[in-house]
């Protein structure tokens, strides 16, 4: 049975390309929507070294109380950015599938130690 392919896949990148990005266990401590917004979820994640705000458009599929104490995998040296007016120093993975009009945030297993590196 042949596969559909969903969505063009990128260019391949060198190893040295994916060992510059920074892959680590993140809890969620807080979690709460964005007024401004109808998309953006407003994280507050423990990667081990402190606390950082991660924004992120999952609004539509997750309830604040559904994220918080969970572990996830957040890129955490991606340079910060500013959305709705709110710093978000990283951002978390998900699998995006709009053909389900769902979303699926990758959750870490529970015995994962905060701030550990994904490699």
Do not use: W
């Not at 917004?37 to 950082?52: A, C, E, I, M, P």
């Not at 040296?77 to 120093?89: A, D, G, M, R, V």
């Amino acid at each position: 049975m042949e596969r559909e392919i969903l969505e063009e896949r990128k260019p391949e990148i060198e190893l040295d390309d994916f060992q510059k990005l920074d892959f680590r266990v993140c809890q969620v401590i807080a979690c709460e929507e964005v007024v401004k917004s109808r998309n953006f979820l407003k994280l507050t994640v423990d990667d081990g070294q402190g606390q950082r705000t991660i924004m992120s458009t999952i609004r539509s599929y997750y309830k604040p109380e559904d994220l918080i104490g969970k572990k996830i995998i957040v890129l955490v040296n991606l340079k910060p950015h500013k959305f709705c007016n709110i710093l978000s120093e990283g951002m978390l993975i998900a699998v995006d599938m709009p053909e389900q009009d769902d979303c699926k945030v990758l959750f870490a297993d529970d015995s994962c130690p905060i701030g550990h590196a994904i490699s």
